[in-house]
């Protein structure tokens, strides 16, 4: 019975301090408040009127003690609890680093966008070394002034003034020559041989000067101030000038043909080798020739001997062996007296072409 006496009593006085300690402060006890703060005062109260007892009531207090303190560290425990979630907190922060990882990212990514430039180098080399083969090959550009003189336009026979030098009778070899000349184009003035003179060549374009003509009226040599184009069918005229060697006696009777020795001459007119310029032979015609210098242009010879030549020219600006430099182009053709019908066609296209040739004056 006394300790439940003493028990009841100590629950009294531990009632009667609870009443005490709540007497002074205004808020009920059934404050949810933080239960921490009402063991503080209980524990820090320093009553002397328990302090009597305190070898029976040691148990309960400390029990109280207990209760409180057990009861004061839940209430730290949020505090505890705040803590680590501010640290959580702080993650994103750590977060923030990787953030930074697309920089270095973006780094390598500038690297490689450098490859391009270093590969336009190699492709723009190898470009350039090409772009230089041509010059180099600029030099075959050096041949091109050869063609120069082909480039030059054909003087054309049309309206071109031919002055005809022949005998006064005007034989019908003659006309038919003229004819020949008109239908290429030519204007034809018919002249006597006895007439001519360096005045009288003076404005004409071509002088053609016919086998009919008397070689007495050339011996003169008045041709050779002459610089005008021209074509002999008569050798002693070109060999007053100097173009020849031989003076008379210069046709081969009883031949009919000629050896056409530069085939690739516009004169030639694709024909080559052995050409028939007459229709028959005979004992009272035949092929004329000469017996030019170093510096003419053979086209056609008599057959089987070289020297003699049936058609050749001297080019304007070029050398006889006597030392006689031509004032303009001269040309020779074969033919002798009465030929206009015994002739072939290919013998009038070499006519055609040399009358041409020699209006070139080149």
């Given at each position: 019975?006394?300790?439940v006496?003493?028990?009841?009593?100590?629950?009294?006085l531990?009632l009667?301090?609870a009443a005490?300690?709540?007497?002074?402060?205004?808020?009920p006890?059934?404050s949810?408040?933080?239960a921490?703060?009402a063991?503080?005062?209980?524990a820090e109260?320093?009553?002397?009127?328990?302090?009597a007892?305190?070898?029976?009531t040691?148990?309960?207090s400390?029990?109280?003690?207990?209760?409180?303190?057990t009861?004061a560290?839940?209430a730290e425990t949020?505090?505890?609890e705040?803590q680590?979630e501010?640290?959580?907190?702080?993650?994103?922060k750590?977060e923030?680093?990787?953030?930074e990882?697309p920089?270095?990212?973006?780094?390598?990514?500038?690297k490689?966008?450098?490859?391009?430039?270093?590969e336009?180098?190699?492709a723009?080399?190898?470009?350039?070394?090409?772009?230089e083969t041509?010059?180099a090959?600029a030099?075959a550009?050096?041949?091109?002034?050869?063609?120069?003189p082909?480039q030059a336009?054909e003087i054309?026979?049309?309206g071109?003034?031919?002055?005809?030098v022949?005998r006064?009778?005007n034989p019908?070899?003659d006309?038919a020559?003229?004819?020949?000349?008109?239908?290429?184009?030519?204007?034809?003035?018919?002249?006597?041989?006895r007439d001519v003179t360096?005045?009288?060549?003076?404005?004409?374009d071509l002088?053609?000067?016919?086998?009919?003509?008397?070689s007495?009226y050339?011996?003169?040599g008045f041709?050779?101030?002459v610089?005008i184009p021209?074509?002999?069918?008569?050798?002693?005229?070109?060999?007053?000038?100097?173009?020849?060697?031989?003076e008379?006696?210069?046709?081969?009777?009883?031949?009919?043909?000629?050896?056409?020795?530069?085939?690739k001459?516009?004169?030639?007119g694709g024909?080559?080798?052995k050409?028939d310029?007459?229709?028959?032979?005979g004992?009272?015609f035949?092929v004329?020739?000469?017996?030019p210098?170093k510096?003419?242009?053979?086209?056609a010879?008599?057959?089987?001997?070289k020297k003699?030549?049936a058609?050749y020219?001297?080019?304007?600006?070029?050398?006889a062996?006597n030392?006689?430099t031509?004032?303009a182009r001269?040309?020779?053709?074969?033919?002798?007296n009465?030929?206009?019908?015994?002739?072939?066609?290919a013998s009038?296209?070499?006519?055609?072409?040399l009358v041409?040739w020699?209006?070139?004056?080149g």
């Amino acid at each position: 019975m006394k300790r439940v006496f003493a028990w009841l009593t100590a629950v009294i006085l531990a009632l009667t301090l609870a009443a005490c300690s709540d007497g002074g402060s205004t808020k009920p006890a059934e404050s949810a408040q933080p239960a921490a703060e009402a063991v503080k005062p209980a524990a820090e109260s320093s009553t002397p009127t328990p302090a009597a007892d305190a070898g029976k009531t040691e148990a309960p207090s400390s029990d109280a003690g207990t209760t409180a303190q057990t009861e004061a560290k839940p209430a730290e425990t949020p505090k505890a609890e705040g803590q680590p979630e501010a640290k959580p907190a702080e993650a994103p922060k750590a977060e923030s680093k990787p953030a930074e990882t697309p920089k270095a990212e973006s780094q390598p990514a500038a690297k490689p966008a450098e490859t391009p430039k270093a590969e336009s180098k190699p492709a723009a080399q190898p470009a350039a070394k090409p772009a230089e083969t041509p010059k180099a090959e600029a030099p075959a550009a050096k041949p091109a002034p050869a063609p120069a003189p082909a480039q030059a336009p054909e003087i054309s026979a049309k309206g071109k003034k031919v002055l005809f030098v022949g005998r006064e009778r005007n034989p019908a070899e003659d006309v038919a020559v003229a004819q020949r000349l008109k239908n290429l184009g030519f204007v034809v003035t018919n002249i006597e041989d006895r007439d001519v003179t360096i005045d009288e060549v003076k404005g004409y374009d071509l002088i053609y000067i016919s086998q009919t003509t008397n070689s007495k009226y050339l011996k003169d040599g008045f041709m050779k101030e002459v610089a005008i184009p021209t074509v002999y069918v008569k050798n002693h005229g070109m060999y007053y000038l100097g173009l020849s060697s031989v003076e008379e006696n210069t046709t081969v009777m009883n031949s009919k043909s000629i050896e056409i020795v530069d085939s690739k001459h516009k004169v030639a007119g694709g024909l080559s080798g052995k050409v028939d310029v007459f229709k028959e032979a005979g004992d009272k015609f035949g092929v004329s020739y000469g017996v030019p210098g170093k510096e003419a242009k053979i086209i056609a010879t008599v057959p089987g001997d070289k020297k003699k030549a049936a058609l050749y020219y001297y080019d304007k600006g070029t050398k006889a062996d006597n030392g006689y430099t031509t004032k303009a182009r001269v040309s020779f053709y074969y033919w002798s007296n009465g030929m206009h019908e015994n002739s072939t066609d290919a013998s009038w296209k070499l006519l055609d072409n040399l009358v041409l040739w020699t209006l070139q004056n080149g």
